[in-house]
């Protein structure tokens, strides 16, 4: 069975960082797009993050220049680097990924940010 495993979320102050993790099983990450979002409470998910099969990375224009997305081949995990987090970052945060066309997610890590 195919899973996703978010961990690194916590809470923060405003200005802090924090690195997220997104470990998959049962599938290899590094042949697929992954990506980021975020859903805070009442709040429709939000897309962050995403980095391609080819390295590429796009960002939401919220975040870009404070958040970065990278892979680790070796430990078939993608992470999301936060930096100088502001009280609008709160959310929780989950990973995705489609294979073989289908679609999988993370259980979500959160993510508070105190001000």
């Known amino acids: 069975q195919v899973q996703l495993v978010e961990s690194g979320g916590g809470s923060v102050q405003v200005g802090e960082s924090l690195r997220l993790s997104c470990t998959a099983s049962?599938?290899?990450?590094?042949?697929?797009?992954v990506s980021w979002y975020r859903q805070s409470p009442g709040k429709q998910r939000e897309y962050v993050a995403v980095?391609?099969?080819?390295?590429?990375?796009n960002y939401a224009d919220s975040v870009k220049g404070r958040f970065t997305i990278w892979r680790d081949h070796e430990k078939n995990t993608v992470y999301l680097q936060m930096n100088n987090l502001k009280p609008e970052d709160t959310a929780t945060y989950s990973c995705?990924?489609?294979?073989?066309?289908?679609?999988?997610w993370g259980q979500g890590t959160p993510v508070p940010v105190s001000s």
């Open positions: 995705q990924t489609t294979n073989r066309n289908r679609e999988y």
């Open positions: 049962r599938i290899v990450l590094s042949t697929n797009a």
């Open positions: 980095v391609v099969s080819g390295g590429v990375r």
